[in-house]
């Protein structure tokens, strides 16, 4: 999880439809990010000549993925180029401001931007008119951040139901909507535990300790895990906690949530650790970015404090205490040390050869759900959220 400490004015990006840079992008998105960066080999997929034969015969499809790896939308472009589809993506602002050349390179592949902490009308006005009137997929990630967990599912946002009703209604005669739940898995080449001791030793000394090769691998990531718990809790709290690492992770994640509130007006409706997150992140960056009556030297230091502090909490938030223990299989450690490998060093290794394994769903009949009454229009957004994440969470387990 990257961290976002930063006070700069948000500006919308738009896609730019059937631009002569795509068949480009596929070529260099498959060597370059794919195979070169992220080491995915080989992609299986199923499903997606439903999707397909919905996009052709004119229908609104909305792809809805996990979102496990940074890998996940060039997988899905991959998938895309594959079956003939051209899909639209909903992307964070944040890869937007990397470069003026990432920009322009990512509208060209059908890409518009979304401030994930404020109510970005620009970008639920594009997905709309996208599911309106193109033919090719959108795809939005529901869970907003990447949790490097693939086979649990965080609580999913609502927006993307949102949209999808919105634009049920402004279907031309004929053309329905669909929600499609997307599952993203990757499974390691088996050689891939051989790169685990010496990843392992190189974040045990990034933070300062004696590396322990001798010991066992689930042993040293759970106790690497303890120790840069025990680092961030004297980090912002009186002391560290004790007790197992599952019931202190959302103590921390509640904590942090809980002091930073204390000094902004408070979302009711933001209930769950991400949507406390987004509504924080809200607030303070529109106190630091108060043109009329900027904060001062003093305040902009807290205000940046705070956003440590909310980034903190969703890290801890990030982590399932019991994934590792629960099922330790080979996938699951690279998992956990990948995870890890960002937190600490900035970027996770993808040191061996990984296969990503789709499966789209059955596609979810939103319009006749609409139509027959078993879906209601006017505050129907939390049961599709509901439904889609009982199904996408039953894939991936």
């Known amino acids: 999880m990257r961290r976002l400490r930063n006070d700069l004015p948000y500006t919308f990006r738009s896609p730019v439809a059937g631009s002569w840079v795509r068949p480009l992008g596929v070529l260099v998105n498959r060597e370059a990010h794919l195979r070169r ?4 080999e080989e992609i299986e997929d199923e499903g997606f000549g439903r999707v397909r034969e919905l ?3 004119g229908h609104a499809v909305l792809l809805a993925p996990n979102h496990s790896d940074h890998s996940d939308p060039h997988v899905l472009i991959e998938l895309g180029a594959r079956h003939g589809l051209q899909p639209f993506f909903m ?8 470069s003026a050349a990432a920009a322009w390179a990512l509208r060209r592949m059908g890409v518009f931007s979304v401030d994930r902490d404020g ?6 006005k594009t997905a709309i008119s996208i599911l309106a009137k193109e033919q090719e997929p959108l795809v939005v990630f529901p869970e907003g951040e990447i949790y490097h967990h693939h086979r649990r599912l965080d609580p999913l946002n609502e927006g993307v139901a949102s949209i999808l009703l919105k634009a049920s209604g402004r279907m031309a005669d004929g053309r329905k909507a669909f929600l499609v739940p997307v599952a993203l898995r990757f499974d390691h080449d088996a050689s891939v535990e051989a790169t685990f001791c010496d990843r392992l030793s190189s974040l045990e000394a990034r933070i300062g300790w004696t590396p322990k090769p001798a010991m066992g691998v689930d042993e040293r990531v759970l106790r690497l895990a303890n120790g840069v718990l025990a680092v961030k809790e004297t980090e912002f709290l009186p002391e560290a906690g004790r007790g197992p690492i599952a019931g ?3 103590q921390l994640c509640d ?3 809980t002091d930073v509130e204390g000094r902004y007006p408070k979302d009711a409706r933001a209930e769950t650790p991400p949507e406390r997150v987004r509504a924080l992140r809200f607030r303070i960056r529109r106190r630091l970015l108060d043109a009329e009556k900027p904060p001062s030297a003093g305040e902009r230091e807290v205000l940046l404090d705070d956003l440590d502090r909310v980034f903190t909490a969703l890290q801890a938030h990030s982590y399932i ?3 590792l223990t629960d099922d330790p299989t080979v996938d699951r450690r690279a998992e956990m040390i990948m995870k890890l490998e960002e937190d600490l060093l900035g970027f996770p290794g993808y040191p061996v050869a990984r296969t990503a394994r789709v499966t789209a769903g059955e596609p979810m009949p939103v319009s006749d759900w609409l139509e027959s009454g078993d879906l209601p229009r006017k ?13 996408l969470g039953g894939m991936l387990e």
């Open 55 to 57: 996009c052709r015969d």
């Open 255 to 257: 904590n942090l949530l």
């Open 379 to 391: 505050g129907g957004a939390g049961e599709l959220t509901r439904r889609l994440e009982e199904r």
């Open 37 to 40: 960066k992220y080491r995915v």
């Open 119 to 124: 109510p970005d009308l620009s970008a639920i």
């Open 321 to 323: 205490g019991d994934y």
């Open 248 to 250: 202190r992770l959302p």
């Open 91 to 98: 992307g964070a602002r944040e890869v937007f401001e990397t």
